[in-house]
């Protein structure tokens, strides 16, 4: 059962839709739910995980240069969920939607939250495996949420964010979306630095 009720629901759409986004939109949102509904069988508390999709970049602000979107839109989880879920399920949902910060796991979880979370945040990741036409897309969205950056300082910005990815052992924590995206995803990720020059 949903924890999100239709009016809290359509408050986040609204986070989404206003002002406009180009990546971090109502599309990722959707992107991910579908997902989701694809995987649910490996999901330990989906509840809970659709909750944290809803959340994860409600406050999204391309000009902040340090972690306070995740921490601002975990708090807003917070505010919002509090009295409606139980404390457990909700520091969860905040400790996951602050993981998407660095996409590391938290080193405290175990178990059947751990694994949530580690498909939680490669769920997140997955467009960076998606096809070539799909990743070329997410790229230029991104591009636009950050169209006051001059050329060469996203070059050079950008160029370090997909290193970063490349140099993980694991991009991706799951076996179940290692398998599925990995590959793809490393050849995007090159294909992109190639375009920067890099």
């Known amino acids: 059962m949903t924890l999100l009720t239709p009016d809290l629901r359509a408050d986040l759409v609204a986070f989404y839709v ?6 971090h939109s109502l599309s990722h949102v959707t992107a ?6 694809a995987h649910r069988p490996h999901f330990a508390d989906p509840d809970a995980v659709e909750a944290a999709i809803w959340f994860h970049d409600a406050i ?8 306070s979107n995740e921490l601002q839109s975990a708090e807003l989880a917070v505010s919002r969920l509090s009295g409606a879920v139980e404390p457990g399920r909700l520091s969860w949902i905040r400790r996951a939607i602050e993981a998407t910060a660095t996409h590391a796991l938290p ?14 945040l490669d769920m997140d990741l997955s467009i960076l495996g998606a096809d070539e036409a799909q990743f070329d897309e997410y790229e230029a969205g991104v ?16 160029a370090a964010v997909l290193r970063g990815f490349l140099e993980r052992e ?11 995206y990995e ?10 630095l190639e375009r920067l020059g890099e």
């Open 183 to 192: 590959d793809a995803a490393r050849r995007n990720l090159r294909r992109s």
């Open 60 to 67: 999204y602000d391309a000009r902040t240069t340090d972690h």
């Open 18 to 23: 206003f002002p406009p986004r180009h990546y």
């Open 170 to 180: 694991r991009l991706y924590h799951s076996d179940l979306f290692r398998g599925l």
């Open 107 to 120: 080193e405290e979880m175990q178990g059947p939250e751990a694994q949530d979370a580690a498909l939680f």
């Open 32 to 37: 991910l739910l579908a997902l989701l509904s």
């Open 143 to 158: 591009r636009k949420e950050y169209e006051f950056v001059t050329d060469e300082a996203w070059r050079t910005g950008r």
